[in-house]
């Protein structure tokens, strides 16, 4: 088992900025690829940035792409997502998820374990 709390979430204006951390315990955290997610009212949940075990690898979808960086520290078992230039459009519940592989995935079906979420708002 793998247990993921996020923190760092709340309100911020256009164009501002956010640093989402998640701390993982239970198992060895370099053993698991990472993803972050984000749901809105209404809408399902989208995929946010992966990383990989080591950090080297990435990936983002269009619309975070150049805004969100997803990086992890090993030493201390906590990813992180820092968000740029942010919209409201990002207003959502970002939770982070767990995979076990070492290999990235943007598929929500490809994660193990997820926490329990906190949210971003994004006020124009």
């Known amino acids: 088992q793998v247990q993921l709390v996020e923190s760092g979430g709340g309100l911020v204006q256009a164009g501002g900025s956010l640093r989402l951390s998640c701390a993982a315990s239970?198992?060895?955290?370099?053993?698991?690829?990472m993803g972050w997610f984000r749901q809105a009212p209404g809408k399902e949940r989208e995929f946010v940035a992966a990383i990989n075990w080591s950090g080297r690898n990435t990936y983002y979808p269009d619309s975070v792409k150049g805004r969100f960086t997803i990086s992890r520290d090993n030493a201390k078992n906590t990813v992180y997502l820092q968000m740029n230039s942010l919209k409201p459009e990002d207003t959502a519940v970002y939770y982070c998820?767990?995979?076990?592989?070492?290999?990235?995935?943007?598929?929500?079906?490809?994660?193990?374990?997820w926490g329990q979420g906190t949210q971003v708002t994004v006020s124009s």
């Open positions: 239970g198992r060895t955290f370099s053993n698991y690829a």
């Open positions: 998820a767990a995979r076990s592989s070492s290999n990235i995935s943007a598929g929500q079906s490809g994660y193990d374990y």
